[in-house]
T-cell receptor, first 110, second 111 residues
Framework: GQSLEQPSEVTAVEGAIVQINCTYQTSGFYGLSWYQQHDGGAPTFLSYNALDGLEETGRFSSFLSRSDSYGYLLLQELQMKDSASYFCAVFSGNTGKLIFGQGTTLQVKP | DTEVTQTPKHLVMGMTNKKSLKCEQHMGHRAMYWYKQKAKKPPELMFVYSYEKLSINESVPSRFSPECPNSSLLNLHLHALQPEDSALYLC??????????FGPGTRLTVL
C-alpha cells in the first residue's frame, strides 16, 4: 500500500526554526513534494525532491533520504503568515497519482 | 500565465439540481486533476486527465461526471448530489511528477 506519516500539529514562535518530518511508504516512488495551505485557500506548491539531499528556496528548505523513505520541510525565520497546513505528498510512478499525507498544522505564535 | 482559475467560487445546490464546475489553465500542462477536500483533511484525488483523455477515475460515484473539452479546460458535472458531497472541489494542472498548480477551488454546499 501507500502511506505517509507526518505530525498533526506543530507550534513555534516567530523567528524560530521548525522542521516538519514526513515518512512514506509507496511503490514506484518518484519524489517527495511539499504544499502549503492557508485556511480557506488552495494548496500551494513549495518544493519537490527527487534526489537525496537538501533543496533550499528562500526561508524554506526540503530534504529527502530515499534509503530511509524520509523527508522533511525546514522553515526558518518563522513569520506569522507561515501559520498554515503543510502537506507532504509522494508521486507514485506505478499509479500515476500524487498521494498526500494527512497534513501538519503549524501555528506560529508571537 | 501561471494560474489555474475555477468558477464558481461558491455553489449551493439541492439534491435534485444539475450544476457544473469549471476549470481553466493556460500553462500548457498535459495533465489536469479534480480533487475533493473536506475540512482538516488532505485533497482526495477524483479524476486525472492526461492529454485530454481520462486516465484515472478513483471509483467516483457516477453523480460526478468529468469532461475535458480541450487541453485548457476541465469541467465537473454534478447531478443528484448528496449532502455528504459538500466539500471544497479543487482543480489542478501539472506535468505529472512533482509540481501541481491548484486553482482556488469551488466551495460546494449540497442541501
Amino acid at each position: 500500500g501507500q502511506s505517509l506519516e507526518q505530525p498533526s500539529e506543530v507550534t513555534a514562535v516567530e523567528g524560530a526554526i521548525v522542521q516538519i518530518n514526513c515518512t512514506y511508504q509507496t511503490s514506484g516512488f518518484y519524489g517527495l513534494s511539499w504544499y502549503q495551505q492557508h485556511d480557506g485557500g488552495a494548496p500551494t506548491f513549495l518544493s519537490y525532491n527527487a534526489l537525496d539531499g537538501l533543496e533550499e528556496t528562500g526561508r524554506f528548505s526540503s530534504f529527502l533520504s530515499r534509503s530511509d523513505s524520509y523527508g522533511y520541510l525546514l522553515l526558518q525565520e518563522l513569520q506569522m503568515k507561515d501559520s498554515a497546513s503543510y502537506f507532504c505528498a509522494v508521486f507514485s510512478g506505478n499509479t500515476g497519482k500524487l498521494i498526500f499525507g494527512q497534513g501538519t498544522t503549524l501555528q506560529v505564535k508571537p | 500565465d501561471t494560474e489555474v482559475t475555477q468558477t464558481p467560487k461558491h455553489l449551493v445546490m439541492g439534491m435534485t439540481n444539475k450544476k457544473s464546475l469549471k476549470c481553466e489553465q493556460h500553462m500548457g500542462h498535459r495533465a489536469m486533476y479534480w480533487y475533493k477536500q473536506k475540512a482538516k483533511k488532505p485533497p482526495e484525488l477524483m479524476f486525472v486527465y492526461s492529454y485530454e483523455k481520462l486516465s484515472i477515475n478513483e471509483s467516483v460515484p457516477s453523480r460526478f461526471s468529468p469532461e475535458c473539452p480541450n487541453s485548457s479546460l476541465l469541467n465537473l458535472h454534478l447531478h443528484a448530489l448528496q449532502p455528504e458531497d459538500s466539500a471544497l472541489y479543487l482543480c489542478a494542472s501539472g506535468e505529472g511528477v512533482g509540481e501541481q498548480f491548484f486553482g482556488p477551488g469551488t466551495r460546494l454546499t449540497v442541501l
